[in-house]
């Protein structure tokens, strides 16, 4: 049943994608980041395997699963050109794949499957997302943030120990905590008790990415990106 019905949002979509131009555009901020989502989504599967977590995470498996597939009909019925399309095409595409994945159950061999298909959504996904060029550079950088702070988790539960992994994730991290300096630097005082809220999430995330800790790291992930929604719908409206 359930496969039946990624079918029927996936075929929606892409039969959509003809349709470049007719509609108006999503406002970006308004709907979840592919991007992040697709990361929320490894995250919360690799939690499933913690029996104290599981039920939450499933939840939050599902409610990503649900978020993605809507923005994926949104977006393609307000393509803008071609290569948007073709992303649009192609992540759908992967998405069965990777929802395939999700299907089963975490062990050693999946997290390398899943750490490669996550790469591959993030990539796809920035195709498919199309321009922001419209957004304030400040809301597209909180956009960011909140990708990252998702990205961070599932590379803290992933494969942690493997040097690729922690190398990357070290990078993430430094990216993140650049980030967060740039926009306290020009948020203004109306973003700094938001970006405060954030700081006290960013730490224990980042710590226990380190140790790849599931609890805290699902749990600081989840804040994190909570406030990053609100900061990112803050700098939106920046004149």
Known sequence: MQSSRRHLLLSATLAAL????????????????????????????????????????RQVLQDSQLAFQQQLVQLGRAVENPEQAGG???????YE???????????????RALLATANEMLTLAQ?????????????RLAARQRLLSQRIALLGLANADAAATRRERQSAIYEFEAGQQTLREAG???????????????????????????????????????????VTEHCSRIT
């Open 127 to 139: 195709l498919a997302s199309g321009s922001r060029a419209g957004l304030p550079w400040q809301a």
């Open 188 to 230: 203004g005082s109306a973003l700094r008790p938001f970006l405060a809220t954030a700081d006290a999430a960013w730490t224990p995330l980042r710590d226990a990415a380190g140790a790849g800790q599931p609890a805290p790291v699902f749990n600081a992930s989840e804040r994190l990106l909570a406030v990053m929604e609100t």
């Open 88 to 94: 649009l095409r192609a992540l759908a595409r992967r």
């Open 18 to 57: 003809p349709l470049a131009g007719h509609c108006q555009a999503p406002a970006p901020c308004a709907t979840p980041s592919l991007g992040a989502l697709s990361q929320r989504m490894g995250k919360a599967w690799l939690c499933t395997a913690d029996n104290r977590l599981a039920p939450t995470a």
């Open 97 to 111: 794949d990777y929802q395939t994945l999700l299907a089963g159950r975490p062990d050693a061999d999946s997290h």
